[in-house]
């Protein structure tokens, strides 16, 4: 571009001497249209820039994991000049971690027109993908001047979380929230408030049980099973605080949270209602869930990963638990990257659940010997990134 410049200033010198030499109207005709040449080339130039709204257009605002997904640059020229060369400098990067990657993009823009440049981007890892335009410059048809426009146009996809297989043992308990209408569709208990099924007698059935009026239409005994209450006080604490700034960091967070997944499936596929705690940075607060079914979850998952701010902002629990001291659970669940033992210790003594348990994530596998500890109640499972249904196997919730 410099070039051309310098070649303009050179051929508008060259005409000025060829008209002072040669006093013809050819030469006062030339120097007049390579003196006005420029000056059009940058109005209409600046025109067209006023002219120019750049947007991001996204089908879906959720992908999967190592799949692409595309985006669409689309820039819409309301002028009447065309752009014969435009470049878009386009920056992405997950939420959860601070490395960035760029590329440009080239593409010209007719006048009065749309113009669409699709591309494909994926991630490893699941998190907030943040995808923004540095800059849109455009350029004259004589490549003269360039014009920098659209900064900071951005959009973001949310990259969800998938979900592991985890072995283990949900238990059923007394601590029941006696005015929830959630009972079990597959399992019978001993809540008589809602009948679960009717059958016939077998010996041993309680006589309380049996249905009186419909036995003697029946002219047989029949039987009523009561329905299983699964409305317990089940508790997962997220703790969310990034404690390790390195090349880990992002693989850490991504196995926390799909390890949150994990566990929260698990229990929704064993017909356990429960609730998520973690602190929403956008809240500015720890804020608490209901999960009662998969919609439930998927809206939590989302709310999770949105929750989390670029400084990656969170308390630490000791706040949460300084708050709301006195908690007591049927199970409750410590999902966490630091193995920091006084915290561990605090919820092993002040916490009253049934279960408890602590799942540390953690980036070496020499580290597994340092998690655990000597607690009396509290259950730790390390859990090695990446590999988080090798390592949750037997777990007692």
């Known amino acids: 571009m410099i070039l051309t410049k310098l070649l303009f200033i050179v051929l508008i010198i060259v005409c000025a001497l060829f008209y002072i030499l040669y006093v013809w109207d050819f030469a006062l005709v030339l120097l007049m249209v390579m003196t006005a040449l420029p000056v059009i080339m940058f109005i209409t130039t600046f025109i067209t820039k006023k002219k120019l709204t750049v947007e991001f257009a996204v089908k879906d605002k959720t992908a999967v994991k190592l799949k692409d997904f595309p985006v669409q640059l689309v820039v819409t020229n309301k002028s009447i000049f065309p752009v014969g060369k435009a470049e878009a400098r386009i920056e992405y990067y997950n939420t959860f971690s601070r490395d960035v990657s ?102 041993g059935d309680k006589l309380n049980r049996i249905h ?100 990656h902002l969170c308390q630490k629990p000791d706040v949460y638990f300084t708050e709301n001291s006195g908690l007591s659970f049927a199970s409750f669940t410590y999902i ?30 020499d580290k597994s010997a340092s998690v655990g500890g000597d607690y009396s109640s509290l259950n730790v499972i390390p859990v090695l990134v990446g590999r988080i249904s090798a390592s949750i196997k037997d777990i007692d919730i």
């Open 336 to 365: 966490s990257s630091d193995p920091d033992s006084e915290m561990l210790e605090r919820i092993d003594e002040e916490v009253d659940a049934d279960y408890k348990n602590a799942v540390i994530v953690i980036d070496d596998a």
């Open 102 to 203: 760029s590329f440009d993009l080239f593409l010209p823009i007719q006048p009065r027109n749309s113009q669409r440049v699709t591309f494909q981007l994926n991630s490893k890892f699941c998190g907030t993908i943040r995808i923004k335009t540095l800059y849109l410059n455009i350029y004259d048809p004589l490549r003269i001047f360039r014009f920098k426009t659209a900064g900071n146009i951005h959009t973001e996809v949310t990259i969800m979380p998938e979900g592991h297989d985890i072995g283990g043992v949900v238990n059923y308990s007394d601590r029941v929230n006696e005015e929830s209408d959630i009972f079990s569709e597959h399992r019978p208990g001993d809540d008589p408030s809602e009948v679960f099924d009717l059958r016939e007698y077998n010996p």
């Open 212 to 311: 009186w009026k419909l036995s003697s239409k029946k002219d047989e005994f029949i039987v009523k099973d009561y329905s299983l209450p699964i409305d317990v006080p089940c508790l997962l604490f997220l703790d969310l605080k990034c404690y390790v700034e390195s090349v880990l960091t992002l693989p850490v967070f991504d196995t926390l949270i799909e390890t949150f997944l994990s566990i929260s499936q698990f229990l929704l596929d064993n017909e356990r209602c429960h609730s998520v705690v973690f602190f929403n940075a956008s809240q500015n607060q720890f804020a608490e869930y209901s999960i009662t079914n998969s919609t439930d979850l998927a809206a939590v998952v989302r709310t999770l990963i949105s929750s989390i701010n670029e400084s």
